[in-house]
C-alpha cells in the first residue's frame, strides 16, 4: 500500500482502487523483484481486483500484511538523520528491540528504502510498539508520503505548535508531489486506533 493526499488521489479513482482513511488516500501496487534484486511496482486495476475476487476490506489487511513485510520499518532519531545528511555519519535504527525510547528525541519513521514510507502510520502493530516504548499516545506528523514524524503525546509537544510546524513545512519545503496531510494525528495505545488530533 502507498498512502497519498485525497488531491492527488482524485484522478485515479476510476481505474484503480482508492481508499479514504482518516484525511488521506491509500492506493494498491504489485510489486515486481527482478533476477537482480531491483524492485519495481505498478498500481493495481480495478478489473485486476475484481479477477481476485477480494473486497477492500480483504484488499486492505492484505496490503498491510504485505507492505510490513516486504518493507522493514525504520525509527530513527531525527537529529541523527540530520547528522547523517550533513556528516555522511550513520543513523541507528530504533525500531527493533524492546528498550525504552527517549520522550525527549524526535524520531522519524519510515520504511527501508526511504520510499513511500508513510504508509507505516496505518501499520497497528508497529505504532504499538512505538507507543509503548514511548510512554503512551503518540502523535504522527505528516513529513511527506515517504515519511512520519513521530512524538510522544506529553506536555512538551503542544498541538497548535505541531500543527504550525506540520502546515509551514508542508507551505515552505514539500513539494507538492510528495504533500500528503496538513493535520497531526494521533494513536491512543489504550485503543490502537488512530485518529486526527488537529
Request: net charge negative; aromatic share 8%.
Amino acid at each position: 500500500m502507498r498512502v497519498m493526499s485525497g488531491k492527488a488521489a482524485e484522478g485515479l479513482k476510476n481505474e484503480f482502487p482508492c481508499d479514504s482513511v482518516l484525511d488521506i488516500t491509500v492506493g494498491y501496487r504489485w510489486l515486481n523483484v527482478q533476477e537482480d534484486g531491483i524492485r519495481t511496482s505498478e498500481p493495481l486495476k480495478i478489473e485486476e481486483l475484481e479477477k481476485a475476487k477480494l473486497d477492500r476490506d480483504e484488499l486492505f489487511k492484505l496490503a498491510q500484511k504485505n507492505t510490513g513485510n516486504l518493507f522493514k520499518t525504520r525509527l530513527y532519531k531525527l537529529a541523527d538523520l540530520v547528522k547523517r545528511i550533513c556528516e555522511g555519519s550513520i543513523a541507528e535504527d530504533y525500531m527493533s528491540g524492546d528498550e525504552k525510547l527517549d520522550q525527549s528525541e524526535i524520531y522519524v519513521c519510515t520504511n527501508d528504502s526511504g520510499m513511500f514510507g508513510a504508509a507505516v502510520m496505518l501499520m497497528a502493530d508497529v505504532l504499538k510498539n512505538i507507543a509503548e516504548r514511548l510512554g503512551g499516545n503518540i502523535y504522527i506528523l505528516p513529513s511527506s508520503i515517504h515519511e512520519v514524524i513521530i512524538v510522544p503525546q506529553i506536555e512538551a509537544y503542544d498541538l497548535k505548535m505541531l500543527c504550525e510546524t506540520v502546515k509551514g513545512v508542508n507551505d515552505t519545503v514539500v513539494n507538492e508531489t510528495d504533500f500528503l496531510s496538513d493535520s497531526v494525528y494521533r494513536y491512543e495505545l489504550e485503543t490502537g486506533k488512530v485518529e486526527i488530533a488537529a
